[in-house]
DNA sequence: CTGCTAGCATA
DNA sequence: GTATGCTAGCAGA
């Protein structure tokens, strides 16, 4: 095999380059940012891979056998944006001058031309490097075939296949019908990703060996497997890559056609003035200064102010933007190299800032590092406390606090960084306070696409097309790892600096797609962005825990608790693990031969509430185990477990407020979850009244009623509900008295309970069957409640149409403030997993309205308690209620004020209320 | 030691 | 019937 055969991946680069690149104009204005990566990246390409045959294929017009095959192929996809559109003619007019044979065929995927020319090549003789962003592409590799990706600078071999997924090439096939192809639409087997399909792969060998031992596969991915059983030889044909296209009409032959053109130097020089291209006009036109010069830090700062000031419209030169992939990243071990990366950010439009740290917890972690970043690819690491034999001396922590403070603290100097709440803790924790936090990227990713992940390994790989290193890889997992402090000072740098650097380039290829859209702009400025800063100062208040008091309930619990066990092991004749739901099964169904109620996903009997709820009417065990669980869980999730979260240093409980975590645009709350404290019992809410004031103070708790009503009534203009809320009267009555027809003042006690469910079901997106288990009525009597309902609110029921057209329409519904709520399933093929994302659909709108409403509510307060100057403190949020601790001084005005600021943050169709409570604890408040 | 299931606390 | 986080048990490393 002498010859080599380059073959381009065409499509798949137009995307990546398009979103890696800023958006670069040419001087009349048109688009750029993907004809420069394009035309780059080829000419990098030709370079570093010199071949005899070279191709650039790309996907035609028409329908594939795909679409054909399975009609929601690639229906998913998004729409080409306009800005990429319009860079299509242009890039293959490039491709073309540059002397590059270009293969369209009608009808093929670009995917299969490649294989069928791969395939072909060998016959020649010939050795084929890909050059693709796909992964599917690996199922082409063999020992004449590799892949390379030019953006990530990954190469795959035979072995580096085997390296990256952990199967062979010759399975990559049989990986992805398990996985599934989320980019085009392909589902695989439900629950099963890389590490279940390559530990099947590896058990059973192939797919058809995976699909032969179906029925041995246990657990909820057993099932999904079985229930997959006939879609995945459809799936595995839609993954295959066909090697056998009849390209014969499209070249003359193989190798002939595939040979490079000379390059028209004359279009070249058209087509780089047309689009602004001028270094690259320089290099064609002789001029003396073009060519030899690298690109060094400088260029890429200019190109990337003049992105920020939106001047690439007057012809500034879009090649100095990004490429090559620049690693300029400095340890800064001398106060020289302090002042001058001082004097840097100090300059700086926009700088990005990390910290490292010797722990997750924000609260007690100290800082090791500090990474900053004011230009793509220019980054310094600051290392501070790296201790380990042999460290180099370092600038003590003080000192380069004390340097830096004035720059930190100073609110215009504009900071971006990778969730900034928590580095401003770790700041807070060296006694400096974190201002001028005006970018957050994690924040600008769940803004613009709540529903996928948001941690910086992954954004860097979807819109930066980069690879980075990960924190495993520098500090090891599990009992391996390493405090960051041990880790070499040389390869904290290279981690370090290129997250600071990361998240400057994240920011800017996100902040433009967010700038396109003025609800996004909106609630990501207005809300998100000031609700993290209020977030840190809740976090840091925390709130006051009697541990005394929880420690005599635990032992209490624990003494009925120990009396509960010897009932259950008298009534089922022997001892058992009463926490085991398996042990309680086979006592339950297998010795005592109770009825089996429900089973599990997994096919095992359930012992759920509800069962032993229904058991414990007709047998005494039962009834034992539902007390038992209700107080074993109170034990040990709260009066034992949040004793131990008491920081010592504070003597005050902390929790994380995650704000990226939940789809809908809510807050999540962890270590500890203070949003799941009981109050539904009488013995849970004792829980409640450990959660105490400061001696000169009270708690008070200010709560939104009935919120998300009033939100459908808001959305959906129902004249019913509207009036009901605008009268002020008690709405399930109100509901009740339209569904009954009976007048508000005969609604019964029943009726208003049964309006309730209803009520709680519309929010949830309720079935007629729904309703019906959790009201225990037929599921006819069910239907013509809810037929009924929607007789009398004519308005929510075309709410809940429109809803749902418009989520399948768009593939996200909207809050009232324009937040976006992705429904990547809306168009499934599944059934089951289609009605889901239509009801969370219906429900999105509602919780998201919500969540926005009390983020504005946190903000508004923040920002009074602050301009007032007063010692109340905001310490809890529960998704429509707010905590704070008040002192007594203080106790009127917050209490007059805090519900009216909670009602004022948004006119809406109806009224808002807030409703306040006093106490010495949590309980009382309410 | 890690990942999964069942169960259950909140809005 | 929406959205979360945490615990214990358990199975397979």
Redesign the pocket.
């Known amino acids: 095999m002498q010859k080599t055969l380059l073959l381009v991946d065409g499509s798949s680069y137009l995307y990546r380059a398009f979103h890696a690149l800023p958006d670069l104009r040419s001087p009349d204005g048109a688009p750029t940012g993907a004809i420069y990566g394009m035309i780059n990246m080829l000419r990098r390409l030709r370079h570093d891979y010199p071949a005899a045959y070279m191709a650039c294929v790309f996907d035609a017009k028409g329908k594939t056998f795909r679409d054909d095959l399975y009609p929601q192929y690639k229906a998913q996809r998004a729409s080409m944006p306009d800005d990429l559109r319009l860079q299509i003619e242009p890039i293959h007019e490039a491709v073309r001058i540059m002397g590059w044979p270009i293969l369209m065929v009608d009808g093929v995927e670009a995917d299969d031309v490649i294989g069928t020319l791969a395939v072909d090549a060998v016959k020649h003789e010939m050795s084929t490097v890909i050059s693709t962003g796909d992964k599917d592409l690996a199922q082409l590799v063999n020992p004449y075939v590799m892949l390379i990706n030019t953006m990530s600078n990954e190469k795959l071999d035979r072995d580096g296949v085997i390296a990256k997924f952990g199967v062979p090439p010759e399975r990559i096939i049989d990986y992805l019908t398990l996985v599934g192809d989320t980019v085009d639409n392909v589902p695989g087997v439900a ?1 099963v990703g890389p ?2 399909a390559v530990k099947w792969l590896t058990q059973y060998d192939t797919l058809d060996g995976v699909i032969a031992n179906a029925a041995n596969i246990g ?3 057993g099932e999904n497997l079985r229930q997959a059983l006939d879609w995945l030889p459809q799936a595995r044909t839609l993954i295959t890559v066909k090697t056998d296209c009849d390209l014969a009409s499209h070249m003359a032959s193989i190798p002939e056609s595939l040979t490079q053109k000379p390059e028209d130097q004359a279009a070249m020089v058209d087509f780089f003035t047309r689009y602004g291209f001028k270094s690259w006009l320089r290099e064609l036109t002789g001029n003396p200064t073009a060519g030899a010069r690298p690109l060094p830090a400088a260029p890429a700062h200019a190109a990337t102010a003049a992105v920020q000031a939106g001047l690439f419209e007057h012809g500034a030169d879009a090649q100095a933007a990004t490429h090559p992939p620049l690693r300029q990243y400095e340890t800064v071990l001398t106060e020289a190299q302090l002042s001058a990366w001082l004097a840097r950010i100090d300059q700086a439009d926009l700088t990005s800032i990390d910290t490292e740290t010797t722990a997750l917890d924000p609260m007690t972690a100290q800082m090791v590092g500090i990474s900053l970043c004011s230009e793509p690819g220019v980054a310094a690491y600051i290392p501070l406390a790296h201790r380990y034999q042999d460290a180099p001396p370092q600038l003590s922590r003080d000192r380069v606090l004390t340097v830096l403070k004035p720059w930190l603290e100073d609110p215009t100097k504009a900071k971006v960084g990778q969730n900034l709440k928590y580095d401003a803790h770790i700041f807070a924790n060296h006694d400096v306070a974190l201002r001028g936090i005006v970018h957050d990227t994690l924040l600008e990713s769940y803004v613009f696409e709540s529903h996928k992940s948001h941690n910086m390994d992954s954004l860097a790989l979807r819109h930066l097309g980069l690879k980075t290193i990960t924190f495993e890889e520098v500090c090891g ?3 391996g790892q390493i405090c960051f402090d041990q880790v070499a000072i040389e390869r904290a740098t290279e981690y370090a600096a290129e997250d600071a650097d990361i998240t400057l380039q994240l920011h800017y290829a996100m902040w433009p797609e967010i700038r396109k859209d003025a609800g996004l702009t909106h609630v990501y400025e207005k809300i998100e962005i000031p609700t993290s800063v209020v977030l840190q100062k809740i976090e840091r208040n925390g709130v006051s825990i009697d541990r005394a008091l929880l420690s005599v309930q635990s032992h209490e619990l624990g003494t009925r608790l120990l009396a509960l066990e010897q009932q259950a092991y008298t009534l089922a004749e022997q001892p058992f ?1 009463l ?5 309680i099964g086979e006592i339950f169904f297998d010795r005592l031969k109770l009825p089996v109620i429900k089973k ?3 096919g ?1 009997p ?4 509800d069962v ?1 709820q229904k058991l414990a009417e007709d047998y005494p065990l039962p009834k034992i185990l539902l007390e038992y ?2 107080l074993s ?1 109170l034990k ?2 709260y009066t034992d ?1 949040l004793p131990k979260m008491v920081n010592p240093a504070t003597g005050r409980v902390h929790t994380n407020y ?1 704000q990226a ?4 645009g ?1 807050l ?6 203070l ?7 009488a013995e ?1 809410r004792r829980i409640r009244e450990a959660f105490i004031a400061p001696p000169d103070g009270v708690i008070m708790s200010a709560d939104y009623s009935q919120i998300e009503l009033r939100i459908m009534a808001h959305i959906s203009g129902d004249a019913n509900m509207l009036r009901a809320f605008a009268d002020g009267i008690d709405i399930h009555r109100a509901t009740a008295a339209e569904i009954f027809g009976v007048a508000a003042s005969d609604v019964s006690s029943e009726q208003r309970r049964y309006a309730k ?1 209803i009520n ?2 519309l929010i ?4 007629a ?3 019906a ?2 009201l225990g009525i037929e599921r006819a009597a069910a239907q013509n409640y809810i037929d009924k309902y929607f007789a009398r609110f004519s308005g929510v029921a075309q709410y809940m149409a429109d809803t749902r057209a418009q989520a399948k329409a768009r593939g996200y519904v909207e809050t009232v403030f324009g937040r976006r709520l992705w429904l990547p399933e809306i168009n499934s093929p599944n059934g089951p997993r289609r009605q ?1 994302a239509e ?2 659909a219906i ?1 999105a709108p509602m ?1 998201g309205t919500a969540a926005d409403l009390i983020k504005l509510s946190m903000i508004a307060v923040q920002d009074w308690l602050e301009r007032e100057n007063l010692q109340s403190k905001m310490i809890m949020q ?4 707010l905590v704070l601790q008040v002192p007594e001084s203080e106790l009127a005005l917050v209490t007059e004020n805090l519900p009216a600021l909670m009602a004022g943050v948004a006119q809406l169709k109806v009224p808002l209320t807030a409703e306040v409570g006093i106490g010495k604890n949590w309980d009382e408040a309410h």
């Open positions: 629950k590490k279940t657990g909820a991915v997992k599990g009992a693990n926490n085991s739901p398996k042990q599990t996903p997994s095992a359930s012992t759920d509430e032993l669980r209700g869980k040990s999730t477990k995650a975590v939940a789809v809908t809510r999540s709350s962890n270590e500890p979850n949003q799941n404290i009981p109050i539904r019992t849970g469910v709680f079901g949830y997106g309720m079935s069957f729904g309703l288990g959790n889901g009801r969370a429900n919780q529960v998704h429509d209620e």
